[in-house]
Structures are given as C-alpha cells and as structure tokens.
C-alpha cells in the first residue's frame, strides 16, 4: 500500500496531466482514502483525494454529462467517457456543467468540497455497472485490471 501511496503523490503531483494524457482532477491531493471494496473500509467505491476546500475539480478524460445534481445531500457531477466508462465527482461545493454537457479532459466540473469532515474531492470509477480502482486511470492502468495494489 505504500508503493501506491507514494507513486499516487508522485503522479498527483506532476502538475495536472499523467503520462497516459489523462488529467488529475485536484492538484497536488494526496490519497485520504483508498478504494476499498473489501476490508476494513469495504464499501468504499472509489478514491478520495485531499483538496482545499473550493479547489477546481477538473474532468479526468472527455465525455458527455451523464449526471449533475445531489445524491443523498451530496453534490456530484459524472462523466460518461463511452464504451461504458463514467467518472463520478463527488463532495462538491459547486458545479459548473449540467447534464448533457460535453467536456473536454480537463474543463472545470465544479469545486471540491468536504467529504467525512476532510477537504477532499471522491473520484470514483465506474466500468459498465463495476466499480473499478480509480487510480487505475490515475496511474495509466487500465480500468478493466485489477487494483494495482502491492498486498501490505
């Protein structure tokens, strides 16, 4: 787990593009939480990536608007990138594109906000109706892989 902890901070970052041409959604966020389907903190389907409060929260691949609006009190804006890809954004403080609004990689979906009481932007990744590892597009792996962690 610490491999990935430290290859993630080295990729976050970089300055906002990975090697692979995708967009890190937040700069700089370290990893507050990992994917964690299973295990100690199963149930959580994605990553969540520390950001102060209001940092622009950028679309990690292009795509079409699939959903902008609140689920469950939480403001969240998804990205559906085709071949059954989608890209969810959540714990916003606001959003700047609604449903059915194409987005470049990169173009501003809103501000990140506070997710269980941390400054943090949740990512998640969603291949078909499978959450996936979101540090698998973060990391240029591919979503249809299996998490990239070391075993601890």
């Known amino acids: 787990m610490r491999y990935v902890v430290i290859v993630a901070a080295l990729l976050l970052s970089s300055g906002g593009y990975g090697s692979c041409g995708q967009v890190i959604p937040v700069p700089g966020g370290d990893v507050a939480r990992t994917y964690a389907p299973v295990g100690r903190y199963a149930g959580h389907w994605g ?3 520390a950001a102060p ?6 679309a990690v691949l292009s795509g079409t608007v699939s959903f902008s609006g609140t689920v469950a009190g939480v403001m969240t804006v998804t990205v559906d ?6 890209t969810s954004y959540s714990y916003l403080t606001s959003r700047a594109v609604g449903r059915g ?3 470049a990689a990169g173009a ?4 990140s906000g506070v997710d ?6 949740h990512l ?3 291949l078909g109706g499978q959450y996936r590892d979101p540090m698998r597009i973060l990391l240029c ?3 249809l892989s299996v998490r990239p962690y070391l075993a601890p």
């Not at 409060?53 to 950028?58: A, D, K, M, N, Y």
């Not at 990138?81 to 989608?86: I, M, V």
């Not at 269980?116 to 932007?121: P, T």
């Open 53 to 58: 409060i209001g940092t622009p929260v950028r």
């Open 116 to 121: 269980r009481s941390v400054a943090a932007l």
């Open 81 to 86: 990138h085709g071949r059954g890809l989608r």
């Open 141 to 143: 792996g591919s979503a």
């Open 47 to 49: 990553v969540d990536l």
């Open 124 to 126: 998640s990744l969603r």
């Open 108 to 111: 501003i979906l809103g501000e």
């Open 101 to 103: 609004d194409v987005v």
